[in-house]
């Protein structure tokens, strides 16, 4: 072989050598487009499923508190309530003639003993929420609320209308009691039944406004916040509950905007592929 075939054939070595490796350096830029592919689907899969896991536990949370939102109002405590009512008052009164009482008063005496199951929680159409910059939801308007009963039995045990007598001391400065009569007549036996009867709805009043129950308003606040930070966790989030009203949105509201809000997250992450 010539001199100048040899130098022929090593350059055309040479030349098949170089498209070698460029073919080589070309399918190797093609696996790391497609692994720099495969990691960005494989990231956007893993942020798609972390967002859907958190509007699961978000629709959780929703789907819990839409359905105590059907009465608006979250049972928390039942406690039984047994107590005895007792009213004394007097009525009216008038001049006696002197011989027998100089003042003649007429009272009324009722007794009713109450046993009550009654339930008390919160009205979630009062509880409020508001995301100040550094991400900290502020809960207010939690307020504990009588939510009904289960058993609400009432019972006179007595009522009626006495006749008290009293006669003036000698140094005239006071009234002292010398005589006491049940009236047994008609009007005054149907008087004491109507008295009983605006106790009564005075004391159902006092129940249903949580005027009965004050002993138990903190008791009742605690395990709403309990329940509440419960439900709003899937937020990771810091929440502080505020005695004071705080002007926000009403939590389902809050939770729905939650749930959009992550919806988009997860529409973003798709467009970008």
Request: charged content about 30%.
């Amino acid at each position: 072989m010539t001199e100048a075939k040899a130098k022929s054939l090593a350059i055309s070595e040479k030349r098949e050598e170089l498209k070698s490796l460029k073919l080589q350096v070309e399918n190797e830029s093609i696996k790391k487009d497609n692994l720099e592919l495969e990691t960005k689907n494989l990231n956007q899969l893993l942020t798609i499923g972390n967002l859907n896991n958190e509007i699961d536990l978000l629709k959780s949370a929703q789907i819990s508190m839409n359905s105590l939102n059907k009465i608006c109002e979250l049972a928390l405590l039942e406690t039984q309530l047994k107590q005895t009512d007792v009213h004394k008052e007097q009525i009216d009164t008038k001049e006696g003639s002197g011989v027998f009482a100089d003042r003649i008063d007429n009272e009324i005496l009722v007794i009713t003993t109450h046993d009550i199951n009654a339930k008390y929680g919160v009205d979630l159409k009062d509880v409020t929420i508001k995301e100040d910059s550094d991400r900290v939801l502020h809960v207010s308007g939690i307020k504990s609320k009588y939510i009904g009963s289960d058993k609400n039995i009432s019972d006179t045990k007595l009522s009626e209308i006495r006749q008290v007598e009293y006669k003036q001391s000698k140094d005239k400065r006071d009234f002292l009691q010398s005589n006491v009569k049940v009236l047994t007549d008609t009007q005054s036996l149907q008087r004491a039944t109507n008295y009983a009867r605006q106790y009564e709805t005075q004391f159902q009043n006092r129940l249903s406004l949580g005027q009965e129950s004050n002993f138990l308003d903190d008791a009742v606040v605690k395990l709403a916040q309990n329940f509440i930070t419960v439900t709003l966790a899937p937020l990771k989030q810091e929440i502080v509950f505020d005695s004071q009203k705080v002007e926000g949105v009403p939590i389902l509201d809050y939770l729905n905007e939650k749930i959009k809000s992550k919806q988009n997250e997860i529409d973003s992450v798709k467009n970008k592929s």
